[in-house]
């Protein structure tokens, strides 16, 4: 089995940082790609950035220049700076795990809500 935490939500001020962890354990061969995703109240899950072994990262438009990924291992962070009120949501992240004789599967944390309020 894999297991994906993730840490460091939390309530913050409209222009202020946060920066989210993902740990990823278990059982499994490697992990390709972690990935945040973003689900604000009525809307869809989105993807806010990806990290991926050998393509490197990539991110939403909307959050080009504010937010940046990283990974150590099997642990990615999610910085998060110049935060605006939009950005309010639950936070996922997300690997694409290699296990032994199965398919890549991904693989979710249960979410870590962060709120941008003055």
């Known amino acids: 089995q894999v297991q994906v935490m993730e840490s460091g939500g939390g309530l913050v001020q409209p222009g202020g940082s946060l920066k989210l962890s993902c740990a990823v354990s278990?059982?499994?061969?490697?992990?390709?790609?972690i990935a945040w995703y973003a689900q604000a109240p009525g809307r869809q899950r989105e993807l806010v950035a990806r990290?991926?072994?050998?393509?490197g990262t990539h991110y939403a438009a909307s959050v080009e220049g504010r937010f940046s990924i990283s990974r150590d291992g099997n642990t990615a962070h999610l910085q998060m700076n110049a935060l605006k009120p939009e950005d309010t949501a639950v936070y996922y992240c997300?690997?694409?795990?290699?296990?032994?004789?199965?398919?890549?599967?991904?693989?979710w944390g249960q979410g870590t809500q962060v709120t941008v309020s003055s």
């Open positions: 278990g059982n499994f061969f490697s992990i390709s790609t």
């Open positions: 997300a690997a694409d795990a290699v296990r032994v004789g199965r398919p890549l599967t991904k693989y």
């Open positions: 990290i991926h072994t050998g393509t």
